[in-house]
Every structure is written in structure tokens, then in C-alpha cells.
Nanobody
Framework: QVQLVESGGRLVQAGGSLRLSCAASDRILIMGWYHQAPGKQRELVARITSGGSVNYADSVKGRFTISRDNAKNTAYLQMNSLKPEDTGVYYC??????????WGQGTQVTVSS
């Protein structure tokens, strides 16, 4: 069982930046971040493989950057030029080396206009 610890969410003004972190208790193949806005479904924001391949939702391209430190089993989401519509809970999602999928508890990001 992989444990995930997320951090970094807080209240920020529009145009500001945040960095989210997701630390896993074991080796991870794929690490991703999902966004759930109030009253909406959870959606993929960004994903990164163990080899460093990344993909992003169109809504965050050019503003968000996902990265990882394999030695620390940690993924990061650098969020720049934040908009009010980025408000919501951000969840870390991972596949471990046995392709089992896990969700973090979520971290709240609130962007004020």
C-alpha cells in the first residue's frame, strides 16, 4: 500500500504562484495531478512518467509545470499565473510499479480575483 502526502495548497491572489508537492512512500511509475473544481468532476491537470514524459490539460499549458524527483518519490506541480478558475481541490494520483492506482487526500487551492 502506497501512502501519499500532499502539500502546498493555500489561498493566493490571481496571477500568483504555488507549488504543490506529493510525496509517495514507495517507488512510483506514473505521477499525476487532478483538479476538482466546486460542483464539477475531477479532471487531469498533468501527468509525468518515471522517464520524464509529461502531458498537460490544455487549460494549464504554459502556466503549470509538473516535475518529479525519483530519488524522493515526489512529484511537484508548479502553478504560475493562477486564475480564479484554478480554484478547487488538487489530488495526487499515482501508479506504483505493480500498476496499482492510488489517490492522495487532496490539497485545497483557492485563487481570489
Amino acid at each position: 500500500q502506497v501512502q501519499l502526502v500532499e502539500s502546498g495548497g493555500r489561498l493566493v491572489q490571481a496571477g500568483g504562484s504555488l507549488r504543490l508537492s506529493c510525496a509517495a512512500s514507495d517507488r512510483i511509475l506514473i505521477m499525476g495531478w487532478y483538479h476538482q473544481a466546486p460542483g464539477k468532476q475531477r479532471e487531469l491537470v498533468a501527468r509525468i512518467t518515471s522517464g520524464g514524459s509529461v502531458n498537460y490539460a490544455d487549460s494549464v499549458k504554459g502556466r503549470f509545470t509538473i516535475s518529479r524527483d525519483n530519488a524522493k518519490n515526489t512529484a511537484y506541480l508548479q502553478m504560475n499565473s493562477l486564475k480564479p478558475e484554478d480554484t478547487g481541490v488538487y489530488y495526487c494520483n499515482v501508479d506504483d510499479v505493480w500498476r496499482r492506482n492510488y489517490w492522495g487526500q487532496g490539497t485545497q487551492v483557492t485563487v481570489s480575483s
